[in-house]
T-cell receptor
Framework: EAGVAQSPRYKIIEKRQSVAFWCNPISGHATLYWYQQILGQGPKLLIQFQNNGVVDDSQLPKDRFSAERLKGVDSTLKIQPAKLEDSAVYLC?????????????FGPGTRLTVL | GEDVEQSLFLSVREGDSSVINCTYTDSSSTYLYWYKQEPGAGLQLLTYIFSNMDMKQDQRLTVLLNKKDKHLSLRIADTQTGDSAIYFCAGQTGANNLFFGTGTRLTVIP
């Protein structure tokens, strides 16, 4: 079974530029998550989707971050404009559903460096 | 929100046991998890424990949960060099939202 795919793996941009990350979850997984992992810290949930609807985006900085999952499969996370403090690894995860018994499987992440 | 704390570093000799500790503040988690992160890789679920259990054993891994003290530990028996990684404990709230600790970097000395 293929795992969670993310691209690109690495991205370097200058502050105030825009950037987008892509995630393809495990086939059949209805729930998709985006996490931000700053160096030296644990991952922090940014947004959770159930199919193409948002379940929780309470920690998403909505003035500059946006995410969509239009067809309930792939998802994109965008930052516009980027700030220095956005430098982090952005992890995508998916699970069969939103229940506590549904294991989250993580992709390899996209490492973003903002100069 | 939930606060999850871990010590940052642990070094052990190959063949010894490793014990990684975690404390958390929110007691409403249904499950508590241990994830492993190797360099350049995503997080891999190692094991989890249901909140009404005290202990769970899975091959070389033993998880102990003390609900009264809100303390979770992961013991790795016969630690190998391949166990060198960062280990995260995580609590869970709401619709399967995970709250991670800062991670413990385990270094296994040959």
């Amino acid at each position: 079974e293929a795992g969670v795919a993310q691209s690109p793996r690495y991205k370097i941009i200058e502050k105030r530029q825009s950037v987008a990350f892509w995630c393809n979850p495990i086939s059949g997984h209805a729930t998709l998550y985006w996490y931000q992992q700053i160096l030296g810290q644990g991952p922090k949930l940014l947004i959770q989707f159930q199919n193409n609807g948002v379940v929780d985006d309470s920690q998403l900085p909505k003035d500059r971050f946006s995410a969509e999952r239009l067809k309930g499969v792939d998802s994109t996370l965008k930052i516009q404009p980027a700030k220095l403090e956005d430098s982090a690894v952005y992890l995508c995860a998916s699970s069969l559903g939103p229940r506590s018994t549904d294991t989250q499987y993580f992709g390899p992440g996209t490492r973003l460096t903002v100069l | 929100g939930e606060d999850v704390e871990q010590s940052l570093f642990l070094s052990v000799r190959e063949g010894d046991s490793s014990v990684i500790n975690c404390t958390y503040t929110d007691s409403s988690s249904t499950y508590l998890y241990w994830y492993k992160q190797e360099p350049g890789a995503g997080l891999q679920l190692l094991t989890y424990i249901f909140s009404n259990m005290d202990m769970k054993q899975d091959q070389r891994l033993t998880v102990l949960l003390n609900k009264k003290d809100k303390h979770l530990s992961l013991r790795i028996a016969d630690t190998q060099t391949g166990d060198s990684a960062i280990y995260f404990c995580a609590g869970q709230t709401g619709a399967n939202n995970l709250f991670f600790g800062t991670g413990t970097r385990l270094t296994v000395i040959p």
